[in-house]
């Protein structure tokens, strides 16, 4: 049984920094593709970023490339995002998910297990 627990969020200011934790459990960590997604009320859950299996590549929306990292500890079972420059339209749940795909996956279907969810909220 594959669980996901996500840790780290909170309320910071515009420009602060902060880094989401996601403990994974189960199977092998490292036969998953890992990636973060955020929600935001009345909307549809969004694609954040996405690393592969080793951690050797990534890949990330627009929104946040350039201010979001996303790195993974194979021998920790855990998969991180390091956020900085943080905006006001960067508040939501973060939820980390875990996907068989081969690949890199940005689409939300390709994701087979999903953890309880982060809130961030970045103040003005």
């Known amino acids: 049984q594959v669980q996901l627990v996500e840790s780290g969020g909170g309320s910071v200011q515009a420009g602060d920094s902060l880094r989401l934790s996601c403990a994974y459990s189960?199977?092998?960590?490292?036969?998953?593709?890992m990636g973060w997604f955020r929600q935001v009320p009345g909307k549809e859950r969004e694609f954040v970023a996405t690393?592969?299996?080793?951690?050797?590549?990534?890949y990330y929306a627009d929104s946040v490339k350039g201010r979001f990292t996303i790195s993974r500890d194979n021998a920790k079972n855990t998969v991180y995002l390091h956020m900085s420059s943080l905006k006001p339209e960067d508040t939501a749940v973060y939820y980390c998910?875990?996907?068989?795909?081969?690949?890199?996956?940005?689409?939300?279907?390709?994701?087979?297990?999903w953890g309880q969810g982060t809130q961030v909220t970045v103040s003005s």
């Open positions: 690393i592969s299996r080793g951690g050797g590549n990534s």
């Open positions: 189960g199977r092998t960590f490292s036969s998953y593709v």
């Open positions: 998910a875990a996907s068989t795909s081969y690949d890199l996956a940005s689409g939300s279907d390709w994701y087979n297990y």
